[in-house]
């Protein structure tokens, strides 16, 4: 058996389990855990200007690369309380992020000593599993723990607080004998599986709808094979973007009030049959439970029990892992196939296909200040296929939904529930760090870009290029359209005349010189003509330099994008495009 202290005894399991950097900020109380990883030498450390940031580049490491968990690092006190916003996106989107804290000593636990606070108490209600541990031999065994849960069932952050002397103390540990534990995951029987089916066989319209469970279990290839064996038209959900591309026959559009295509609605409003595999229902997915569900029958696939039934009850619900359940569902309609018992519904998959070639928004608008719409119209056109986006909330999350497009799982990176503002840099920080060779594109609004905008300089120090598309309006732009039912215009100006940037007029902060002071490159775009020229210049600057490039397009003060009340009341504040339906050639958005 080994001696070593608790601290180098965590670094060890962190090794054995597939870790290999962390994301953090020292102090104090942490200093133990970040000697042991110095003598180590063996785990990455990316050093962030924000703890909470440090907590979103490890969300989007999660998110980059299945099989990846993401760990934050952090001292006692504010350290824990900056992590808890990355641990509530976390939970909300079953993402497994590990953070690790300091603590006081633990005599001095009651004590109200300096930065001493119960953080595992406040952590609780956004992880699976929160605890300071007091008792040293326990370390290593807390840690295997804590990967055995974020990686069983449902997915999801974990946080352990480290009293420093826990840290320090001296403990017996074989890393040889050392084993992860098993995960567990739930999986579909054949009984359940045979009765979707022969729901599924009895509907004339029915749907797949495919969310981000299905990625989170490395299954949409599986699930584009048992969607073509079935020839079932497939609706993703937002965190399920990239499980079918968007130019596959199948792919039949995004539903939705807000983050959705045209006919995505309106073929849901067509269907007669669903089958959710790995998504929740979320809301602004829904909208109405009312008007989502009437007229159809619901299968709910979910590996996490008290999923089934929280926003409605499914006609049948079934406890499983996507792929399990997936692999399961290919078996069974193989064998029906082959016995005649599926339909054929190649009538129906024409009648989506039609919509998707018809019903489209524009986006070819050629007004100074631009149009935000032509500004995803050229990053579709400069980024092609093999691009990953990260994004968070706002006018231009939903845009960017309504108008890019995506090919690959793990190619749209978005924290769909939680939606905090400033998540998109971090993240897209920790998504270049998983993956050093990927195409990364931020997409963000003003507001979202300068509530972390000092993560910027972690891209610089630590060489993590990516290019940053910022949208600026000046205008906090959706709660400003929110107000709109209010009758009002309060407290979402943004605007302002800088007097060191005159040149700029009334769109307030430099953003081109905050980034340049943060050791990145940025440029300013007010033409939309002049946007790929921009995207290009961004490509050689990050070639050239290996840092973050903030491409800034200033846009028209007001927009009011696309979306409503219920999936059959969303209001088009732009034009709108209706082509024949029997063009020939399938039409992205």
């Known amino acids: ?73 952090g001292t006692s006190g504010p350290a824990g309380t900056d992590m808890i916003t990355g641990l509530y996106s976390a939970i909300a989107d079953s993402i497994p992020i590990l953070c690790i804290t300091g603590q006081a000593p633990r005599a001095r636990l009651h004590k109200e000593d300096f930065q001493a606070i119960n953080v ?14 007091l008792e040293p031999a326990q370390v290593p065994y807390v840690f295997q723990q804590a990967f055995h849960l974020m990686r069983s069932g449902r997915p999801g952050p974990v946080l352990i607080d480290l009293p420093i002397d826990v840290q320090m103390a001296e403990i017996e540990f074989d890393e040889e004998a050392y084993q992860p534990l098993p995960v567990y995951k739930p999986a579909a029987s054949r009984v359940q599986v045979e009765k979707a089916l022969a729901m599924l066989a009895a509907a004339e319209r029915p749907l797949l709808v495919s969310g981000g469970g299905v990625i989170n279990a490395d299954a949409s290839d599986t699930l584009v094979e048992f969607a073509e064996l079935l020839g079932i038209p497939v609706i993703p959900t937002l965190m399920g973007w990239g499980t079918i591309p968007d130019d596959h026959p199948l792919m039949a559009g995004m539903v939705g009030l807000q983050t959705a295509h045209r006919y995505g609605n309106a073929t849901m409003l067509a269907s007669d049959f669903v089958l959710g595999i790995g998504n929740r229902w979320a809301n602004r997915h829904t909208g109405s439970v009312e008007v989502y569900t009437r007229g159809r029958k619901f299968v709910h696939v979910d590996i996490e029990p008290t999923q089934i039934g929280r926003v ?47 019903l489209h928004r524009r986006s070819d608008f050629d007004q100074v200040p631009i149009k935000p719409q032509r500004v995803y119209q050229e990053m579709n056109s400069a980024f092609g296929e093999d691009v990953t986006y990260v994004t968070t909330i706002g006018l231009s999350q939903i845009a960017g939904a309504q108008f890019l497009h995506v ?145 800034e397009v200033v846009l028209e003060r007001v927009t009011n994008i696309a979306m409503g009340t219920d999936i059959d009341n969303v209001t088009e504040f732009e034009e709108t495009i209706d082509l024949p339906v029997d063009q020939p050639e399938t039409v992205l958005v």
């Open 1 to 73: 058996m080994a001696r070593m202290t608790a601290a180098e005894a965590a670094v060890r399991v962190l090794e054995r389990e597939g870790v290999d950097v962390c994301f953090g900020v020292p102090g104090a109380a942490i200093n133990p855990f970040y000697a042991a990883m110095q003598r180590r030498g063996t785990l990455r450390h990316v050093l962030a200007r924000h703890v909470e940031g440090a907590s979103h580049m490890a969300e989007g490491y999660t998110r980059a690369k299945a099989g990846n968990i993401g760990v934050c690092v």
């Open 120 to 133: 595992p108490d406040i952590a609780r209600p956004v992880t699976k599993w929160a605890l300071t541990v």
């Open 312 to 358: 409605f009850m499914p006609d049948l619900g079934i406890v499983s892992d996507a792929g399990a359940a997936l692999d399961l569902f290919i078996e069974v309609a193989r064998e029906w196939k082959a016995a005649g018992k599926l339909k054929d519904l190649s009538g129906w998959v024409a009648d989506c296909q039609g919509r998707k070639r018809s």
């Open 407 to 551: 090919y690959k799982p793990r190619h749209w990176i978005n924290c769909g529930q939680a939606g905090p503002l400033g998540w998109t840099l971090p993240a897209a920080l920790g998504v270049r760090v998983a993956d050093p060779k990927r195409k990364i594109v931020a997409l963000s609004g003003d507001y979202d870009f300068q509530f972390m905008i000092e993560e910027l300089a972690v891209g610089a120090q630590h060489k993590l290029p990516y290019i940053h598309v910022l949208v600026n309006n000046a205008y906090l732009g959706l709660i400003r359209q929110a107000q709109r039912a209010f009758q009002m215009d309060f407290q979402v100006q943004l605007s302002f005349e800088n007097i060191n940037a005159p040149e700029i007029g009334v769109y307030g902060v430099d953003h081109v010189a905050v980034a340049e002071g943060l050791g990145c490159k940025a440029i300013r775009v007010t033409q939309p003509d002049r946007i790929q020229d921009a995207f290009a210049q961004a490509n050689r600057w990050m070639e050239e330099f290996q840092v973050p490039v903030v491409v």
